[in-house]
C-alpha cells in the first residue's frame, strides 16, 4: 500500500464578482446573478414589431459573451402569435403588415451588420 499522498479533481461552485466589458447597445442586466461564467448574456432593447398597431415581432441584439457553442451577436426574434381563421381583406391586411415588418427586420439586421463590422447600431 502506498502512503503517497493522493489528490483528486472536484468540481465545485464559486461565487464572486465577475467585471465584464458590457457592449454600448446592451440594455443592462435584469438579473446580475449568473449562476455560471457561460450565462452571462447581453440584450440590447425590445423594438416591437407592430406595424399599424398589429403586435408580429419582438426583436433584440442578445450575445451569450462566454457561451462554450456561440458567443457572436446575434439578432433575437420572437414571432407572436398570428395564428386564426382570416377574411380575404384581413389576409390581405396581414399580407401588407409581414412586408412591413420585413421592411423593420431588414433595417434592425443592418445595425447588427454595423455593430459587427465594429461600427455603432441605434
Not at 386564426?84 to 439586421?109: F, K, N, S, W
Amino acid at each position: 500500500m502506498s502512503t503517497e499522498p493522493r489528490t483528486a479533481m472536484v468540481d465545485v461552485f464559486v461565487t464572486k464578482p465577475l467585471e465584464i466589458d458590457e457592449p454600448s447597445w446592451c440594455a443592462g442586466h435584469d438579473d446580475d446573478r449568473a449562476n455560471y461564467k457561460v450565462d452571462v448574456t447581453h440584450n440590447g432593447p425590445d423594438h416591437l414589431i407592430a406595424p399599424g398597431g398589429r403586435e408580429l415581432f419582438h426583436a433584440s441584439l442578445t450575445q451569450a459573451p462566454f457561451s462554450h457553442v456561440d458567443n457572436t451577436i446575434g439578432l433575437y426574434i420572437e414571432s407572436i402569435d398570428i395564428l386564426g381563421t382570416h377574411t380575404p381583406d384581413e389576409v390581405d391586411q396581414l399580407a401588407d403588415a409581414l412586408t412591413e415588418a420585413a421592411d423593420q427586420l431588414r433595417a434592425l439586421g443592418r445595425d447588427l451588420a454595423r455593430i459587427l463590422d465594429g461600427g455603432e447600431g441605434q
